[in-house]
């Protein structure tokens, strides 16, 4: 049985990672290092840890990641996902747009609110309002998917002044 050729981006596991990545227990020229491999050496250990971002919108904290600069472009995800389903959209953008995705409530590391009636159509439409406030945004291009386009068809009827565009997909 025949198979297909790797794609020239993929790595082949005959490959050695000796030759691969510049950190690597051998030196370049194959020879085996003097010294014992320690991967920690590579590290600072003294990194200032962040916390992560959280904006605060009625009964749970969301949580959130931006990118670039310019014109903000607020992501809303779908149901059978989170913010990281976003990623190449927020990878494209980002070059000349502010572009920000949030987990909604209930999605990790988001908060999980216990009680059932902190979740809803409206509530889920506050919260892209509740972002925007949070980061200082007037107006905002929104883009939502699925469970997120329905949203943002509501934050567009709701809180049209705060939307340049509404994107449904």
């Not at 209930?106 to 216990?114: A, D, I, K, L, T």
Request: proline share 7%; with cysteine; glycine share 6%.
């Amino acid at each position: 049985r025949r198979f297909a050729k790797p794609c020239r981006h993929s790595v082949s596991i005959q490959r050695p990672l000796q030759n691969v990545w510049p950190n690597c227990r051998r030196k370049r020229n194959g020879e085996p290092s003097k010294k014992p491999y320690n991967p920690t050496s590579q590290i600072d250990l003294n990194i200032r840890r962040t916390a992560r971002p959280y904006i605060q919108a009625e009964g749970a904290k969301l949580y959130y990641e931006e990118a670039g600069s310019g014109d903000p472009i607020v992501f809303v995800h779908e149901f059978a996902d989170d913010l990281r389903g976003w990623e190449l959209q927020m990878r494209y953008f980002s070059r000349s747009y502010r572009c920000i995705a949030y987990n909604a409530r209930g999605f990790e590391p988001s908060e999980v609110p216990s009680d059932p009636a902190l979740y809803s159509q409206d509530i889920a439409t506050d919260d892209i309002a509740a972002v925007l406030r949070g980061l200082d945004i007037e107006k905002a291009h929104i883009v939502g998917c699925s469970m997120g386009a329905f949203a943002a068809l509501h934050f567009g009827m709701r809180y049209g002044d705060m939307a340049r565009s509404l994107v449904v997909v």
